[in-house]
């Protein structure tokens, strides 16, 4: 079974901090996403990456970034977290050209910024 | 990317056949059909994808016409735990980016006892 895992389920931060969401898929996919999902807007792109150190940029790139060292593992960072941030964070993965298009998801972080 | 509709909600019955339909006018010639769902606190998860006819697996059949510009997801016989949000997206997989999937705001289906 692919297993796609996330640092955190809950995370409580201040406004200002800078916050790293962890994210470890063992599936060998070459794509990554981060999305986030707040009520009545469904999930939104944030960032993904198809290759280690590549990235683009999703529907809502700004006040994050993300980095990809390893295959593996997918960061989303929050530079300095404001309150609007506040949100469930997704990550998933899928394999690049497979024709199907399944992406597997982890259970999400619930982040509140305060 | 396709732009896809679909009704905010819906209500069941246990023991029913729920139906939910997609409207994609603007699906391009490569473009996959697929549906996820997702429950409370956790990520969405894959249900079934197609192309054009009828696809069919264990857990739903999926419907889509000859011009493609709409899918049915048929849940036959809901159960309880059947309750969930289930999202339509459409695609093209063959493509590096065509992963980069849209999420609209799904379709909440509610099955009562």
């Known amino acids: 079974d692919v297993k796609v895992t996330q640092s955190s389920r809950y995370l409580v931060k201040r406004t200002g901090e800078k916050v790293f969401l962890e994210c470890v898929q063992d599936?060998?996919?070459?794509?990554m996403f981060w999305y986030r999902q707040d009520p009545g807007l469904g999930l939104r792109l944030i960032y993904f990456s198809y290759d280690v150190k590549m990235k683009e940029k999703g529907d809502i790139p700004e006040g994050y970034s993300v980095s990809r060292e390893k295959k593996e593992r997918f960061s989303l960072i929050l530079e300095s977290a404001s309150t609007n941030q506040t949100s469930m964070y997704l990550c998933?993965?899928?394999?690049?050209?497979?024709?199907?298009?399944?992406?597997?998801f982890g259970p999400g972080t619930r982040l509140t910024v305060l | 990317l396709a732009k896809t509709t679909q009704p905010i909600s819906m209500d069941s019955y246990e023991g029913q056949e729920v139906n939910i339909t997609c409207s994609h006018n603007?699906?391009?010639?490569?473009?996959?059909i697929t549906w996820y769902q997702q429950f409370p606190s956790q990520g969405p998860r894959f249900i079934i994808q197609g192309y054009k006819t009828k696809v069919t697996n264990e857990v739903a059949s999926l419907f889509i016409p000859a011009d493609r510009k709409s899918s049915t997801l048929s849940l036959p016989r809901v159960s309880l735990s059947d309750t969930a949000v289930y999202y339509c997206l459409v695609g093209d997989g063959f493509k590096a980016a065509g992963n980069k999937l849209t999420f609209g705001g799904g379709t909440r289906v509610l099955v009562k006892p």
């Open positions: 599936m060998d996919h070459e794509n």
């Open positions: 998933a993965s899928s394999f690049r050209t497979s024709g199907r298009i399944e992406q597997f």
């Open positions: 603007n699906i391009a010639t490569n473009d996959y």
